[in-house]
Each structure stands twice: as C-alpha cells, then as structure tokens.
C-alpha cells in the first residue's frame, strides 16, 4: 500500500503554506529523507523529506498554491500507483480544526429567541457554555438558546452551533469572530471548500467599486504572494480591525548613549559582539511591560487576556520581507543573553532558516528605523498584539537646560495602541516609564 506524504506540521501557529514547487519528477524514484518539495510559511522557506522510498506520484499541487498542514499532496509506492484525488483535501489527523467536522448551518427559524450582546455577557449564558465559546472563537449572540424556557446559551447550544458551520481553518475561525464575519454566508476558496483566512478577508473588505488602472509605464510587476503577500494581509487586517491611537514622546537619551558605551567598551571582547541600543531598549520595555501587564496583552473574542510571559518581537529588515524573531522570556534575561538570542534569530532571518517558532508568539513588538535616519513614525500593530513600539534615530539637539541651551542627544519614540485593550492615559504611563529608564539608566538596577 503506498505512503501518503503530506505537509508537515512547521511550528505551533503556521496552518497552512505556500507550495514553492516540487524538487523531483512525477513517477520518479525517491528516497526516505530526500528533499521533495519546498513550502513557504510567513516565517521562511523549509524543504519537506520523503517519510518513505519508492516512486513518487504528485497530486496536482503547483508553485504559489495555499495549501493547510497535515493535507496529503502526493504518494510514495510502487510504480504503477496512482495518486487519488479523494486524498487532495483529506488531512492525515483531525487536528487541522480546533472544532468537529462541520457542516452548512440552516436558516434559523423565525421564532427563535436570541440572547441580545448586553444579557449574554451578564447572566444568559452558562460558564460552560462561556468557555467553550471562548475556546472556538464563536459569538454566543449568534447561538439559539434552549435552556430556562429558550433564554439561556448552554453548552449544548454551542455544540450543536459548531456542528452546523462550514469547514473553516481554526485562524479563519478566530479572524471571523474578531472582524464580525459570519461564517455561514461565506464559500471557502481552501482545498475541499474549507474557509481560509483569505476568504475572511476579502468578506470584510467594503465593496470597492472596479475600475481599469490609468495607463502607465510598467516596468515589473512583483507578485504579491509568499511573504509579501502575507505581510500585506496581515498589515490589512491589523488596520481594519484595530482601534489605533499614536503616542508620540521626545526622550532625552544622552544617559543611555553613554552608559551603552561604557557597556560596549567593557563586555564586547569577553561577549564577541557590542551590545546595541536595540538590546538595551528591549530590556527597558521588558521591565515596563512587567510594571504595566495590561501592556502585554491581547484581545480574545469576549475578553482581554493579560499574558504571562513577556514575548518581544524585534522587526527586522530582510531580503524576503519584513520577519520578526521573537526574544521568549525577555524580562528573564540578562543583557548578554538577550543579545546572543536575539543575534542569533537576525541571522536566522536574513539567511531564511529560521524555525516557524521563532517568530512566532511574540506579546509586544519594537521596531526600529532609526538606522534610516527616520525621526518618528506610526507603525502598524502586530496581531493579536495589544501594541508596537516605533523608534526613531537618536540625534544631537538645542534644547533648554534652566536658563541654558544645551546640546542633548534626543529620542523619539512611537507607541502604537489599540485603544479597544488599553486607554490612553494607561498607554501614556506606560510610555513615561520607558521614558524614565532611558533618561536614567540606573533606576533599571531597581527591576533586575
């Protein structure tokens, strides 16, 4: 009986991938550990091995098609074998979708009741039931009750709610939940009509009206696929979904400039590498985010979740695109660990071997264009993140100084927000505290 080869399970958040393309032949010889094929994730590009030797017969997969982890995409047999196309949409383990095989739901009837947003989250809805809507993304206003005379969500509902839904990926389930897509009125694009995150987007997409572009002088067109394909995706839906609101804040960093080259002076050798303001300033955001948790945060379908861990992105520049490598644990480091971590994953990056983990997981992200000579911007959040930290170059300026102008090395900084976690002057204390430790330095001792 021939081998079923699928995609592999790349890390504990990528879905689904992009095919690259094949590496052999349909029909020709392989064996068990050759690299067969190429998927990309939004994290990098990652060969696939044969599970087994024999001849390989291909399902009909080409270069830029999405295709979900676990679905059978090719056999590995005897020679005759025939690829069937029953296998093309058929995952090896149900664990492709955190909620059962689904169907399309019915139209509800006429009389029944529904639980209106306000009452759900007083007292409507069972704990039960509250979890497990929780757990698979689903709007309880949307679940008919049946408990205490038709006027109370129980868990049964939600089953039975879940039981009627078309197929869906678990990340289209959650982005349907949080942009207010019903799943019901949609027709997936994924193999075996399985709703995907991309048929998600394009439903929350206002109608645009078409009309053909002016006539231009096109000398490439850059297919937006791959990373740029995601980035813009996710960029999209960070902007669509998200209440943002821009702090900005002039920092005088004249202490820190000194007290990192005094650092820089003193550990590079025994380090091998000079610590940067880039370490030295995830360091003092790892310190805030544990004075304000509410920083370090994330919006779930009827909740603000507050995170445990203090997970920092650091946006990095790379020949395929914007990746951000995250530091686990940053707050549990000391500097020289962080560096080595972070060194570490900028490679990984830039050379595209990093591991889906890696870049993934992140609470709090810093991004940074003061090497460009950008004074001050508005990044766009990372999701499901609570916010983003832009930073601009630092640069010698006249300020005042008592009766005095004096030459200071200023910083400006950017805190992006989503204002539906976090309001403003919770944001703006956060922003103060950052400010604080990079004016003096030494108040960190207080938080190691």
Known sequence: MPEEFFVPKLGQTVEEVIMVGWLVEDGEKVSQGQAVMEVETDKAVFPVEANAK???????????????????????????????????SAPVAPQVDSAPEQKAAPAASPS??????????????????????????????????????????TERDVREYLSQLPKATPIAQ??????????????????????????????AQPPILTQPLPVADVVERVPLKGVRGIIAERMAASVHTTARVTLVMEVDATEFVSARERIKAKVSKEWGFAPGYNDLLAKVVAVALRQFPYM???????????????????????????????????DKKNLRQFGEDF????DGARSGRSLPDDLSGGTFTITNLGMYDVDAFTPVINLPEAAILG???????????????????????????????????????????IKSLIEDPSLLMMYM
């Open 343 to 346: 060194r570490r994953m900028v």
């Open 296 to 330: 370090n945060a994330r919006l779930a379908s009827d909740a603000i979740e507050i995170l445990g861990h203090v997970n920092i992105g650091m946006a990095v520049d790379t020949d395929r695109g914007l990746l951000v490598p995250v530091i686990k644990d940053a």
């Open 54 to 88: 024999g001849f390989i017969h291909l399902g009909p997969y080409k270069a830029g098609d999405v295709i979900p982890v676990l679905t059978v995409v090719a056999i590995i047999g005897k020679q005759d074998d025939k690829f069937e196309v029953g296998g093309l």
């Open 112 to 153: 029944a009741k529904t639980v209106a947003a306000g009452e759900a989250d007083r007292v409507f809805v069972s704990p039960r039931a509250k979890k497990l809507a929780a757990e698979t993304s689903v709007d309880v206003t949307q679940v008919t009750p049946s408990g205490y005379d038709g006027v109370r969500v």
């Open 391 to 433: 930073v601009g170059q630092i640069a010698p300026k006249a300020v005042p100084r008592g009766n005095e102008i004096v030459i200071r090395q200023m910083w400006t900084l950017s805190l992006v927000f989503d204002h539906r976690l976090v309001d403003g002057a919770p944001a703006a204390r956060f922003l103060q505290m």
């Open 174 to 203: 959650r982005m349907a939940a949080d942009v207010g897509v019903d799943l019901r009125g949609l027709e997936g694009s994924g193999p075996g009509g399985r709703i995907v995150k991309q048929d998600i987007l394009r439903a």
